[in-house]
Every structure is written in C-alpha cells, then in structure tokens.
C-alpha cells in the first residue's frame, strides 16, 4: 500500500484465527446437537465462539491504522474465548461429568492434537461421533491453547508498537520528511 499506511496482516494465516475458525465450528456443532432449543446458553456459546473468531479478523484489519484498536480487539477476542471456556466448562459441571485433568492420557493426547492440527475439517471428523462430554473436553482444550496463542500475539503486537510506533508516528515522521525538516 504505502509507507503510511501498511498493508494489514493475513488473518486466515495466522495460527489463532485457524484454531478460532475450529472452536468456533466445534462450539455450533456442540450447540445444534447437545443442548436444548430454546436454551440461551446456544445463543450465548455461539455468539462468544462468533466474537472470539470475528474480533481477530477486525483487529488484524485496523492494525495498518490503529494499533490500539487491533490490540482492543484482540483482548476482546480473547475474553470471548474466556466465557465460552467457562460454559463448557460449567456443561460439564452441571451435568456431572468429568473434565480432563493434565496428565490423564485423553488429556494429553488432545493438547498434543490441539497443538499439531488446527484444520476445522480434522475436528469437525474427530467429534463426528463423540458424546458431547468429550466434545467439551477437547474444546475446552482448545480453548486453553486459543488463549495462549492469543497472549502471545498481543503481547508481540505491544511489543511491535513499543519498537516501531504506530500510524500516528508514521504520520507525523512523513509530514516532517516531506517539509524538509
């Protein structure tokens, strides 16, 4: 584009918007099947799986100008994320089944999964035929990985900003460059 305004980042590139498309296509599914029409809480589960997945693409496309908006927008996402961890984890709760424990083996093999695949079609095979217990357990794992990558990502956008600045800066460095100052 230019050298005031960049381009903006390839969201559907970036690893936290694979495994947000996956969560969230898990979180539909698991909503459709296992819970009651009728029941706010589909509402709920799938408007925070929607958030957490559109909130990545709306930040990423408003960096070029506003690396405060893109870093809101990512933590926006990432409290999305954090409530529909909470109704998974508050299914599994209600309902007296039993969430995965690191070091048990579905544990550990789901988070070797979860940080090897981030294909929504691989998921959307492997819960096919699951009870929806698992199926919150293996989103809830996910869940946890989202948050993670998530972190980081905001935490390598501030750090980005520290170095380099934003829009504002690299408004004001032209103008002065074209003055001759």
């Given at each position: 584009?230019?050298?005031?305004?960049?381009?903006?980042?390839?969201?559907?590139?970036?690893?936290?918007?694979?495994?947000?498309?996956?969560?969230?296509?898990?979180?539909?599914?698991?909503?459709?099947?296992?819970?009651?029409?009728?029941?706010?809480?589909?509402?709920?589960?799938?408007?925070?799986?929607?958030?957490?997945?559109?909130?990545?693409?709306?930040?990423?496309?408003?960096?070029?100008?506003?690396?405060?908006?893109?870093?809101?927008?990512?933590?926006?996402?990432?409290?999305?994320?954090?409530?529909?961890?909470?109704?998974?984890?508050?299914?599994?709760?209600?309902?007296?089944?039993k969430q995965w424990q690191k070091g048990e083996i579905e544990f550990e093999t789901m988070r070797k999964i979860g940080?090897?695949?981030?294909?929504?079609?691989?998921?959307?095979k492997l819960i096919a035929a699951r009870p929806p217990q698992t199926i919150a357990n293996i989103a809830i794992i996910l869940l946890n990985q989202e948050d993670y990558l998530l972190y980081k990502f905001i935490q390598?956008?501030?750090?980005?900003?520290?170095?380099?600045?934003?829009?504002?800066?690299?408004?004001?460095?032209?103008?002065?460059?074209?003055?001759?100052?």
């Amino acid at each position: 584009m230019s050298e005031l305004i960049p381009e903006a980042g390839d969201y559907k590139n970036l690893i936290c918007y694979k495994k947000a498309d996956v969560i969230y296509q898990i979180t539909f599914f698991f909503c459709e099947h296992f819970l009651n029409k009728g029941d706010r809480t589909i509402d709920q589960m799938v408007q925070a799986a929607r958030s957490g997945k559109q909130n990545i693409v709306e930040g990423v496309s408003a960096s070029p100008t506003s690396n405060k908006t893109e870093l809101k927008l990512l933590n926006v996402s990432k409290a999305s994320f954090k409530e529909l961890l909470e109704d998974f984890e508050d299914y599994l709760k209600t309902r007296g089944h039993k969430q995965w424990q690191k070091g048990e083996i579905e544990f550990e093999t789901m988070r070797k999964i979860g940080s090897t695949h981030n294909d929504a079609d691989y998921y959307m095979k492997l819960i096919a035929a699951r009870p929806p217990q698992t199926i919150a357990n293996i989103a809830i794992i996910l869940l946890n990985q989202e948050d993670y990558l998530l972190y980081k990502f905001i935490q390598k956008k501030s750090e980005d900003f520290l170095n380099s600045g934003g829009f504002t800066e690299r408004l004001y460095n032209l103008r002065k460059k074209k003055r001759g100052y």
